[in-house]
């Protein structure tokens, strides 16, 4: 199984992103989807998660900003982030575990400047 990570990108104080996040290979039925960022010179930390059914965690710092989404027929997480600041800066992963698995997609830069 792989999952493969896309969307990252510099983008300025209060723009946009979207990720996605697609997995590939033998896969029966993912229970959860989500996304963790981890930033240089800190431990890595939940953004969102979503089940199978569709319910949703978002971390504190990012409710009200960030969505998490999930297409169950093509295997796929998105998170499309608002109002991005430059404490968003990190390098985002996806994950998706179902039974005893447990996959990490390659991560994928956000930096937020201007």
């Known amino acids: 199984v792989q999952l493969q990570a896309s969307g990252g990108g510099l983008v300025q104080p209060g723009g946009s992103l979207r990720l996605s996040c697609a997995a590939s290979g033998s896969i029966f039925s993912i229970n959860v989807m989500g996304w963790y960022r981890q930033a240089p010179g800190t431990e890595r930390e939940l953004v969102a998660t979503i089940t199978r059914g569709g319910s949703t965690n978002y971390a504190d710092s990012v409710k009200g900003r960030f969505t998490i989404s999930r297409d169950n027929a093509k295997n796929t997480v998105y998170l499309q982030m608002t109002s991005l600041k430059p404490d968003d800066t990190a390098v985002y992963y996806c994950?998706?575990?179902?039974?005893?698995?447990?996959?990490w997609g390659q991560g994928t830069q956000v930096t937020v400047s201007s």
């Open positions: 994950n998706m575990r179902w039974g005893i698995y447990n996959y």
